[in-house]
C-alpha cells in the first residue's frame, strides 16, 4: 500500500499562510485590546461619576469640595493636609482622607475604578522614589496610605471649575448645562516620569491657549487632561500626552470619550456675547 503525506513544499506554503493570516489578524487583536480598555476606563469613570451624584442627593445637590478639611493651597484657615499634591497627614488626625475622591469611595467601595485599565495601577513606590517634582508624599511608601496618595495626585480628577471657589461653588442645581460640562475626567500630573508611572493630577481645568476666551477666574495654563487612549503615546511631550482621546464624565452622569480640540473648545456664545470654554465653564445656558 502506499502511504500519502504531505511534500515539504506543501507544508511550507500552509506556514506561509498561517504567518501571513497571523500578520493580518495581530493588530486586529490589539486593537481590540485597545478599545476594551478604553471602554473599561469610560465605565469606571461613569461609575465613580453616578457616585458623586449620589453624594450630591444626600447633601442637597452639593458635591465634595477638592480638599474638605480646608485647602491649605488657597489660603483657607484653618487647613489640614492631605490637600492637592500633598500626601502627607496634618498630625491633627494622621488618619484624615478628606480629597475628592476619599470623600466619594464610601459610594464606590472599589478602589480600583480609580485607576485607568489603559495604564493600569499606578506605580506609588517608583513615584515615591523618583520624588517627582511638586508633590509631597509624606515619608517613604506606605502601602495602607495609598487611598491617601489617589486623594491628592489621582488619575481620576474632578473639574476644578465646578469647586472651590470659581463657577457655581460645587452646587449642581446651578449648572447651566449638566449634558455638556465636564465633571470628571483622566488626568497626567506632567508630560513624563508621571505619565511612566501613572501619576495623576487630581484637578483638571480647561486649557489656556487662546486668551480670548472667558472662564472663571482661574489663571493656570495647562489643564492636565490626559488624553491617554490610542495616543501616539505614554509621555514625552505635550503633544504625545494630547494626541489621543479622553474620557469624561458629564454633569448629567453620562460618559464620553473626545479628542483634545473637541473638549479644549473655545466657543462664542451668543446668549452672552463672550467666548467660553464650553465643556467646563458651568455658568452659561
Excluded at 203 to 210: A, L, V
Excluded at 267 to 281: A, K, P
Amino acid at each position: 500500500m502506499r502511504k500519502h503525506a504531505f511534500t515539504l513544499i506543501e507544508l511550507l506554503v500552509v506556514i506561509a499562510i498561517i504567518a501571513i493570516l497571523a500578520a493580518i489578524l495581530f493588530p486586529v487583536f490589539a486593537q481590540a485590546k485597545i478599545s476594551a480598555k478604553m471602554t473599561g476606563d469610560l465605565s469606571n469613570i461613569k461609575q465613580t461619576a453616578l457616585a458623586t451624584l449620589m453624594y450630591a442627593g444626600d447633601y442637597d445637590d452639593n458635591i465634595p469640595r477638592m480638599d474638605n478639611n480646608g485647602s491649605c493651597l488657597y489660603g483657607d484657615r484653618p487647613c489640614a493636609t492631605p490637600d492637592w499634591g500633598n500626601a502627607s497627614n496634618d498630625s491633627r488626625d494622621r488618619n484624615a482622607r478628606p480629597m475628592f475622591l476619599n470623600v466619594i469611595q464610601p459610594y464606590i467601595k472599589n478602589a480600583a475604578l480609580m485607576y485607568s485599565p489603559q495604564v493600569g495601577k499606578t506605580d506609588w513606590q517608583g513615584a515615591i522614589a523618583a520624588r517627582i517634582g511638586g508633590i509631597t508624599w509624606g515619608g517613604a511608601y506606605d502601602p495602607a496610605r495609598e487611598d491617601v496618595y489617589y486623594g491628592a495626585v489621582g488619575m481620576c480628577a474632578v473639574n476644578i471649575e465646578m469647586i472651590e471657589r470659581w463657577g457655581i461653588d460645587c452646587h449642581l442645581g446651578q449648572v447651566a448645562r449638566p449634558s455638556d460640562i465636564v465633571l470628571l475626567g483622566n488626568s497626567v500630573w506632567d508630560n513624563d516620569l508621571s505619565a511612566q508611572l501613572a501619576v495623576g493630577n487630581t484637578g483638571i481645568w480647561p486649557n489656556k491657549p487662546n486668551s480670548r476666551c472667558t472662564a472663571p477666574p482661574l489663571s493656570y495654563g495647562q489643564g492636565w487632561t490626559w488624553y491617554l487612549h490610542r495616543a501616539k503615546g505614554r509621555s514625552g511631550s505635550r503633544a504625545i500626552i494630547e494626541s489621543g482621546f479622553s474620557n469624561v464624565a458629564l454633569v448629567d452622569g453620562h460618559s464620553k470619550a473626545y479628542k483634545y480640540n473637541t473638549l479644549e473648545a473655545c466657543d462664542f456664545n451668543t446668549s452672552v456675547n463672550l467666548w467660553v470654554y464650553t465643556r467646563w465653564d458651568p455658568r452659561y445656558d
